[in-house]
């Protein structure tokens, strides 16, 4: 009278529900289950999934159980990898299949500051790989004078500098003007972005927050952000764990403030377009 061997294998879930399985595409709008939020997917990474609600405030969640969907119950699994069509670089370019390895070009980009190289490196670093364009590490831009009497740029070795803060009237505008004025301007260019730090080329939304604090005058401005933030901030040490957790969440230009994209662009095309 009770049929089948009730304790045969998978008797448990005979007459259960399915929860459908659904692949977390971005965009896709899901609501948590335990605590309400709702969110877009904006990433899936590392058996997690970002959700982003409407004030732009970002969380993660494991995959799987625990959201729905108009209402009902669905289970988020890793989308199946796209095949069709063109990839992309972080940086917005397409990928250069079969792409071998290429001697590096004389010219070269100086980028003031650790962070500023490595922020460069995650967006375009594919693409100056294409390009054979290194990226160097410029300590600061009062010691540029002196790198440039070590080693002269030329009509065929060009360099491009990024730098902090260039804006009238700051320390920074003042060296530019005067590394330009020199002897060697004519085949350098120096550019920059608004900034205070790199740190703030990437956008509050990427952050899931509303903006950057405001630091007062007279407080180390990355002690202040730390501080701002709640995180430690007493070593280098936290200040290091503090931009590698920003830098984390820039997987695309899009995460980055357009003050700096256009630098970085102006200066790749500087440095590969030939000399007339």
């Given amino acids: 009278m009770y049929g089948s061997d009730v304790l045969a294998a998978g008797w448990r879930d005979r007459g259960a529900k399915q929860v459908p399985q659904v692949a977390a595409e971005n965009d896709l709008v899901v609501e948590v289950a335990d605590d309400g939020f709702c969110g877009a997917v904006t990433r899936v990474q590392g058996g997690t999934v970002e959700l982003e609600d409407r004030l732009g405030r970002r969380r993660l969640f494991p995959l799987g159980g625990g959201f729905l969907i108009d209402g009902s119950p ?34 070269r980009i100086l980028v003031e500051g650790k962070h500023d190289a490595e922020l460069v490196e995650k967006v375009w670093g594919a693409d100056l790989r294409v390009e054979g364009v290194v990226v160097e590490f ?22 491009g500098v990024l730098v902090d803060h260039l804006v009238p009237g700051s320390k920074e505008s003042r060296i530019a003007e005067a590394v330009e004025r020199g002897p060697h301007g004519r085949h ?3 550019v920059g972005h608004p900034f205070v730090d790199v740190w703030q080329c990437v956008t509050p939304r990427a952050l899931g927050i509303p903006k950057w604090p405001e630091i007062p005058r007279g407080t180390d401005w990355k002690t202040g952000i730390c501080r701002a933030f709640g995180w430690p901030h007493e070593t280098q040490a936290d200040t290091g764990r503090t931009w590698q957790y920003i830098l984390s969440k820039v997987t695309t230009y899009r995460d980055l403030e357009p003050a700096l994209l256009g630098r970085v662009e102006e200066l790749i095309d500087f440095v590969t377009t030939p000399a007339a």
Wanted: charged fraction near 25%.
């Fill in 138 to 159: 410029l300590q600061g831009v009062d010691m540029l004078d002196e790198l440039l009497a070590a080693e002269p740029p030329s009509a065929t070795r060009r360099y």
């Fill in 74 to 107: 669905v289970r988020l699994v890793v989308p199946a990898a796209k095949t069709q069509g063109p990839r992309r670089t972080a940086s917005g370019s397409f990928v250069v299949a079969d792409q071998r390895a290429r001697i590096a070009l004389p010219s």
């Fill in 188 to 190: 350098l260019r120096i």
